[in-house]
């Protein structure tokens, strides 16, 4: 039984269908990176999971159990947790209080704590007292996924980690996910930087307005045929 | 070929017009059958409308929302007052001066009122019709905190007068009523009339482009400032004129009534709450059903009140467009019809 | 001297009008709410505390423990099945559900106490003063002034210490993003309002034993309450006791020169300010 599995998931904005059929399936210990150019459904994907967009019961399940219709924090209960797109730092709060935050509905014996976030991202315990805004953008996604960490997640979703960082530091960022998964959560990615995706994911899906164009293991796929499920075109054509 | 043209009105659109001239002929001649308490309650039902449609263009088109028109009826009632008293001038041609003075005052209020945003304005808006409301009580020539009456002489020779008592054979107090019933079915046709010319301007469509998508509009480079602005100084100006008519046919004032947020804004916001905001229509039916509510429980004192308070709660969160709202989502009829549809003609085979 | 005793007596003043302010201060700052019914609110405390004073015959600062429950309930359900159904970026949804409890509450009371004056009797604390120096300064101003403080100095402490304080500042920032957070803003606001309605009964016992109150008066400490949130600042406590101080120095200096100007004086403090900073003197928030 996947950990996590979504079965022909439709999503709507109002009227707009924004995915259509999508299946993805996430297993124990796994990264699985989904891939697709702006506006492909990748981030509707996401907040479909984790509650933000409510959907068909049946079409996302959790440890089998359906979650598709439950709201945000009764997701987040669950353990599955969310690493915004833009990473929505709290801007009232400061680095320790964002951190605190994630922990409010903190369940079972702590994995994570404040300490070990910040043996995780050493400079966060620097800024510890600083506003959340004074951060530059990669010490706002350490305190971004250091909150999302906090609640303990046995899974975590990444929305766009990459976005507008400098590679050292997405380098870096990236750097630390083992030490993420041995902690017990297993991953989904979503990211626009392919060959970041293909590096860390053992699963790979790519999407295209609203669809899964392709997926399989990144050893198994071809450049030419990413870019064909990516843009729609071959590298050649 | 294949090229659209706009199109604003529909076909029941032009089937109100209708009824709306029909409307407007039978008013006129009405005082010859009509009695004297149907005359007052449709004076009451003409002018609560030019508050309400004034009230709507503001709140509902300009998302302007002010808890302080109450302000403009109280100037305009002074204003009429005031150069009645003072001026001995004649009741009729100082309505119109209680439009310009409370326009006037709305230039110094909007300076204030328009750095303020949305709960803020709200209050800003009280605030200033209390300051109003004070400050006018200072005035002692008008009564000050007590008020005052019009003097008997003023609206005894008052225009017109004399002529429609000898044309219908009433006493003068009733050819008042007559002369004030038209006043107020001229003033809210002309304000639906230049409200509904208002809001198919360029002007006016700027208010929708940015209550539909502020963004949109915004980056299409829509600036709505201008419009808000006008349609405060309009709303203002036309609230006075409403202020000045009301109290002219009370022929007493004082600041308390003249300033009364219940009378002159919080049933003005119910009425177009009920009726369907954001429509020309919705303050015609909230109107109506306004006055259903109040001659029917207003022996009831504050069990009215109360009723009227739940109600407008209730519409608010179950039926935020209100009963026009509800109707046109039904039927989808427009009897005033300000968006514009394209029409595409059908390609020729 | 005169005048110094003037501006102990406006200070104080500000003291009263900032306990009726918190409250809403505290909804205004974290849900954007402007519950136009507050001041109908604090009416209703006012007539709880009187019925538990007149049927217990106990103190009203006892009896003021005992109705604290009752309306933090209020505000909770309030909230929880009214109030959160009106948020969003119109404002006019719940202005005009506010209003419409307000006329609803008014006429209520009016029903069930008549338009008859009442006051909370507080015995011998009411004419009670202390000299300091040559003035004399009444215990019952005294007293607001101090509870004032202390009601803000610890809704700062639950807001700023806590993790429910956390969570209010987190859900006020981005409801969104905190749900993501397994924080449920619909029972967060609850408890807000909830918090502000145990304000709220505090500021009720001081309006009944200060004054004597009727069903009508909410409105008019609504506007005074209003003043002191928006001059001091969205979202800032202390912001709101200054404003509070700065509408009850200007108003007792107004009925010093002519007692008609109270009010007026007032309210012209607060379009004063608003003109000059109109964001308010210490803003917390963006808006």
Redesign the interface.
């Given at each position: 039984m996947s950990l996590l599995s979504i079965q022909s998931l439709d999503a709507f904005y109002g009227d707009f269908q924004a995915l259509f059929a999508v299946n993805v399936a996430l297993n124990h210990g796994e990264t699985v990176a989904i891939i697709g150019a702006n506006g492909a459904g990748k981030t509707t994907l996401l907040r479909s999971i984790a509650g933000v967009l409510k959907n068909a019961h049946g079409s996302i399940s959790h440890n089998g159990e359906a979650i598709g219709a439950l709201s945000a924090d009764a997701v987040l209960a669950r353990g599955i947790a969310m690493v915004p797109e833009g990473r929505k730092l709290f801007s009232s709060l400061t680095v320790e209080e964002n951190l605190l935050i994630g922990a409010y509905a903190q369940r079972s014996e702590p994995e994570w704590t404040l300490e070990k976030i910040y043996d995780l991202f050493p400079v966060l315990a620097e800024k510890r007292h600083d506003a959340s805004t004074m951060l530059s953008g990669g010490q706002q996604q350490m305190v971004a996924i250091g909150r999302a960490l906090m609640s303990n997640p046995d899974v975590l979703l990444c929305d766009e980690i990459s976005l507008g960082l400098a590679p050292v530091i997405v380098k870096k960022i990236y750097s630390e996910f083992p030490k993420i998964k041995s902690a017990g959560a297993s991953v989904i990615v979503v990211e626009q930087d392919i060959t970041q995706a293909v590096t860390v994911a053992d699963t790979v899906y790519c999407m295209m307005e609203g669809g899964v164009t392709l997926s399989g293991k990144p050893s198994d796929l071809t450049k030419d045929q990413i870019h064909r499920a990516y843009f729609g075109v071959g590298v050649d054509e | 070929m294949g090229v659209g043209h706009i199109k604003v009105g529909t076909a029941s659109s032009r089937f109100a017009a209708w009824i709306a001239s029909g409307f407007i002929l039978v008013a006129i001649f009405l005082p010859f059958v009509a009695g004297r308490s149907l005359l007052q309650d449709l004076f009451f039902i003409f002018s609560m409308l030019v508050l309400t449609q004034w009230w709507n263009l503001l709140a509902g088109y300009g998302g302007l929302v002010s808890v302080g028109q109450q302000a403009f009826v109280g100037i305009g009632a002074y204003a009429m007052f005031g150069s009645v008293i003072l001026g001995n001038v004649d009741p009729v041609v100082s309505i119109l001066i209680a439009g310009f003075a409370a326009f006037v005052l709305s230039v110094p209020t909007a300076f204030l009122a328009f750095r303020l945003h949305g709960a803020y304005f709200a209050i800003g808006t009280w605030v200033i019709a209390e300051v109003m409301r004070l400050g006018v009580a200072q005035w002692k020539a008008v009564g000050g905190g007590t008020g005052t009456s019009l003097p008997r002489s003023a609206t005894r020779d008052m225009w017109f007068v004399d002529g429609i008592s000898v044309l219908f054979d009433v006493k003068t107090s009733a050819a008042r009523d007559i002369l004030a019933y038209w006043l107020s079915l001229f003033l809210m046709v002309t304000t639906i009339a230049v409200i509904y010319w208002f809001l198919r301007t360029r002007r006016g469509l700027a208010l929708f482009a940015v209550r539909d998508n502020s963004q949109a509009a915004q980056s299409v480079g829509i600036n709505d400032f201008i419009s808000k602005l006008i349609v405060y100084f309009m709303a203002a100006f036309g609230t006075g004129l409403a202020g000045g008519l009301i109290y002219l046919q009370k022929a007493r004032i004082s600041p308390d009534s003249a300033f009364s947020v219940l009378d002159w804004t919080a049933y003005v916001i119910f009425i177009v709450v009920i009726g369907g905001i954001g429509t020309l229509e919705g303050p015609i039916v909230g109107v109506l059903v306004f006055f259903l509510l109040q001659s029917l429980l207003s022996d009831f004192g504050s069990w009215y009140l109360m009723t009227l308070g739940v109600i407008g709660i209730a519409v608010m969160l179950f039926a935020p467009k209100g009963l026009w709202g509800l109707f046109t989502e039904r039927t989808g009829m427009e009897l005033f019809p300000t968006r514009r549809q394209l029409v595409i003609p059908e390609k020729e085979t | 001297m005169i005048w110094l005793e003037t501006l102990i007596q406006g200070i104080l003043l500000g003291g009263l009008y900032a306990l009726f302010a918190a409250g809403l201060s505290l909804v205004?700052g974290i849900m954007?709410l402007?519950n136009?019914a507050h001041g109908d609110l604090i009416v209703v405390g006012a007539y709880m505390i009187l019925i538990i004073v007149s049927i217990l015959g106990i103190n009203p600062f006892v009896a003021t423990f005992i109705a604290a429950p009752g309306m933090f309930a209020l505000g909770w359900l309030l909230q929880r099945f009214?109030l959160n159904?009106?948020l969003g970026d119109d404002?006019?949804?719940p202005?005009?559900?506010t209003?419409?409890?307000?006329?609803?509450?008014?006429?209520?009371l009016?029903?069930g106490f008549s338009a008859d004056s009442q006051r909370i009797n507080a015995g011998a604390l009411e004419t009670a003063s202390i000299p300091v120096g040559s003035l004399s300064i009444g215990i019952m101003p005294l007293l607001t002034f101090a509870t004032a403080i202390l009601v803000i100095f610890g809704l700062n402490q639950i807001i700023f210490r806590t993790?429910l304080g956390?969570?209010f500042?987190?859900t006020?920032?981005?409801p969104?993003?905190?749900?993501?957070?397994?924080?449920?803003p619909s029972s967060v606001f609850a408890i807000v309002t909830g918090l502000a309605m145990l304000v709220a009964i505090i500021a009720a016992l001081y309006l009944g034993m200060r004054a004597s109150f009727d069903p009508s008066i909410g409105?008019v400490r609504l506007?005074y309450a209003?003043?002191a949130v928006?001059i001091g600042g969205l979202g800032s406590l202390w912001g709101t006791l200054l404003g509070g101080i700065i509408i009850g120095v200007a108003q007792t200096f107004g009925a010093a020169i002519n007692p008609?100007w109270q009010?007026?004086a007032g309210?012209?403090a607060?379009?004063a300010v608003?003109?000059l900073r109109?964001r308010g003197l210490l803003p917390?928030?963006v808006?």
């Open positions: - | - | 205004f954007r402007v136009l009214v159904r009106t404002i006019l949804p202005l005009l559900v209003f419409g409890l307000s006329i609803a509450l008014q006429n209520a009016l029903e993790a956390r969570a500042r987190a006020s920032d981005d969104i993003t905190a749900s993501l957070m397994g924080i449920r409105p506007i209003f003043e928006i008609e009010i007026l309210h012209l607060f379009l608003l003109l109109p917390r928030a808006d």
